[in-house]
């Protein structure tokens, strides 16, 4: 089975964000010894910024980035400001500097440019596939090469080396759909605006259950299973 990791992005260039991401152990670490105590807090609070993911994070209830972000204030005694942002935006304000921290990120080569991740949590992808994904289908690779056959996605998400050639792929070949987020994402599957979306149950079961929104289970055969290459 494909893992998902979630991780905390900080922006590689701050020393400051690199600390906090390892609790107070690097504040105490960076403190000299010879110097009287001073705070390692930046002249200004440091931007976190949420983006909606489920269990991760959701406007109104929180999730394990916002007990995360408040932990780490807590730890560090610095100043946070937090916002909340579609996820696309996150990483282009990481690279110029705009915001500090995020969570909930994926680690790829290009963002090792300019973040630095920490990981916090490993989770299961699994593929969401609706009605016309014939139920024998069992790999990437076959949904593929089913020209018929087209898939969902949130703008700017990445999954996993292994699924992320597939879905470059199907992006090239205009088989790809986008969402703004992941509860319109979900919404846009149930409306069968596409044929099948990766995700992770805790993302899946969020909005079916917290988010109340329709499962599709009952007007389409929703299939949830670890898909292959």
Request: glycine letters at 6%; hydrophobic letters at 40%; proline letters at 7%.
């Amino acid at each position: 089975m494909l893992s998902r990791e979630h991780w905390v992005t900080v922006r590689q260039q701050r020393q400051l964000a690199r600390a906090v991401a390892v609790l107070a152990l690097g504040l105490t670490l960076l403190r000299p010894v010879s110097a009287a105590p001073a705070s390692l807090c930046p002249d200004h609070p440091i931007r976190f910024a949420h983006y909606e993911f489920g269990m991760a994070y959701s406007s109104g209830y929180g999730g394990i980035d916002d007990d995360l972000q408040k932990e780490l204030m807590r730890r560090s005694g610095c100043a946070f400001e937090v916002s909340l942002q579609p996820r696309a935006r996150t990483w282009v304000d990481l690279k110029s500097g705009s915001i500090d921290m995020a969570g909930s990120g994926i680690q790829t080569a290009e963002r090792d440019a300019f973040a630095w991740f920490f990981p916090y949590i490993i989770e299961d992808n699994v593929m969401v596939l609706g009605p016309r994904v014939p139920r024998s289908m069992q790999s990437f690779k076959a949904f593929l090469a089913d020209p018929q056959l087209t898939l969902g996605g949130v703008r700017s998400y990445r999954y996993s080396a292994n699924y992320d050639a597939f879905v470059d792929q199907l992006i090239l070949a205009r088989r790809h759909s986008e969402a703004a987020d992941p509860g319109a994402l979900f919404r846009m599957f149930e409306a069968r605006r596409f044929d099948a979306f990766i995700t992770n149950p805790l993302l899946y079961m969020y909005y079916v259950r917290v988010k109340g929104l329709p499962d599709p289970q009952p007007g389409l055969r929703a299939s949830i299973r670890s898909m292959p290459s």
